[in-house]
């Protein structure tokens, strides 16, 4: 048995304290072949003090087999010795056969410094000189994907789909349609996704496809896959919003609220499920399980438009002005939207405060002038606080948004005789 393999034996039975004496002995008595096993496999092991010591005394006996060098050099890089490691990675000749291992080894050091441009050229170096070897090709659109150079990601991405379907550990396919996705091209994406079903195997695969597919309106195939990532994992929480959202589009109140509240028992800050299941509840006329989800939304973030505005809706349609009214006089002017001036003027009418009314009416009308269900409300106001002049103006641009509206259009005749 050779000192080396001595040391091994004795690393994987713990006797750690023998190491440096067989060290020694296998630097004075094995073949160098044995040596660079040795230290390779020292590495692996994560002895990387004891393959250092190796690799040194390989080189200082072999000066020119600079792939020593390089492995020598990617170990000082992972211990944070930056500079030794890329003094000998630049110091490999580019006529050196050892010359493509110290580009890669570069970029990845790069990469892992977030020097993703730098990485790139030292990729693409590589390419040149290999330009068959696949681990290249999918390092290099690793980067591409990473750089959001999506064009060139998918062409090597489906260049590489058509030898194999994995490398390593990374799904070819769900690169693919991940890239067709993320440049927009969500039909196609759809369609690939559709085409290799029994390949998306990952809970990660399958939750992309349904949010791909629901960006595409698939929402039935985007609720099967969703479904299925429930199924596997239930407190993957990012599913449950993009599921109650398939729902609700699918319209189909029930299944979201439920989905909004089982995800919402896993992640009480997902504000977006607050809504979804607050809106499904309206729609089912559960206006008390509205009312609490958007109080609940509400506490986790009073700032949220979007909850106050439903809230204030769910409150005027049961006649509490005053609850609706209270939702926004503690906020600052700046802070009120034309949607919320609106709802105020609404809670001002139905409280027969005509004045604050109008002044609210006429804050909102700026921005909504062009909304017929606005100039409806305000020709309702107009009408019930008895100013006529206001009431022809609106009805004007009313009819010329909506002219076919035969009840407003008697209206204005009425008025105008």
Same mark, same amino acid.
């Given at each position: ?51 250092? #010591? ?62 993703? #441009? ?14 068959? &070897? ?164 509400? &506490? ?36 009120? &939207? ?21 002044? #609210? ?45 035969? #009840? ?10």
């Amino acid at each position: 048995m050779t000192y080396s393999e001595q040391l091994l034996d004795a690393i994987q039975g713990h006797r750690f304290s023998e190491s440096r004496a067989l060290l020694k002995q296998a630097l004075e008595n094995d073949d160098p072949e044995i040596l660079a096993s040795l230290a390779e496999n020292l590495t692996d092991l994560g002895f990387t003090d004891l393959a250092k #010591e190796v690799y040194r005394s390989l080189i200082a006996d072999f000066p020119n087999e600079d792939l020593f060098k390089v492995y020598l050099a990617e170990i000082l890089l992972n211990d944070g010795a930056e500079d030794d490691g890329l003094t000998l990675l630049y110091n490999v000749p580019a006529d050196s056969d050892a010359y493509l291992e110290s580009l890669l080894v570069q970029a990845d050091y790069y990469q892992s410094e977030g020097l993703i #441009e730098t990485a790139r050229a030292k990729m693409e170096q590589a390419r040149q000189l290999a330009p068959d &070897e696949d681990a290249i090709t999918f390092g290099l659109a690793e980067l591409d994907y990473m750089s959001d150079l999506n064009d060139q990601a998918l062409t090597l991405y489906q260049d590489l789909r058509q030898r194999q379907t994995m490398f390593g550990e990374v799904n070819l396919n769900q690169r693919v349609f991940q890239t067709l996705a993320k440049l927009g091209r969500y039909e196609e994406a759809a369609a690939f996704i559709n085409d290799h079903k029994e390949d998306l195997l990952d809970i990660d695969a399958k939750y992309q496809a349904g949010v791909i597919m629901e960006e595409a309106g698939q929402f039935d195939k985007a609720i099967s896959f969703l479904d299925d990532v429930i199924k596997q994992s239930p407190d993957y929480v990012n599913a449950y919003t993009f599921l109650a959202k398939a729902y609700q589009e699918e319209d189909n109140p029930e299944e979201a609220l439920f989905a909004a509240q089982t995800g919402l028992g896993y992640n009480e800050l997902d504000e977006e499920l607050y809504l979804i299941g607050a809106k499904a509840a309206a729609k089912l006329g559960k206006a008390e399980d509205a009312e609490d989800l958007l109080q609940r939304g509400l &506490e986790v973030n009073p700032d949220n438009s979007s909850l106050r505005l439903l809230l204030s809706d769910l409150y005027l349609a049961q006649g509490r002005a005053e609850d609706s009214l209270a939702l926004f006089t503690a906020l600052a002017d700046s802070d009120l &939207e034309p949607q919320a001036h609106w709802n105020m003027a609404r809670s001002y009418q139905e409280m027969e405060k005509y004045d604050q009314a109008l002044q #609210e009416y006429l804050l909102a009308y700026q921005s909504l002038q062009t909304s017929p269900a606005f100039l409806r409300g305000m020709i309702s106001f107009a009408q019930e606080s008895a100013q006529g002049d206001l009431d022809r103006q609106l009805l004007e641009k009313y009819l010329k948004l909506v002219p076919d509206d035969q #009840e407003m259009q008697d209206l204005y005749e009425q008025l105008r005789n």
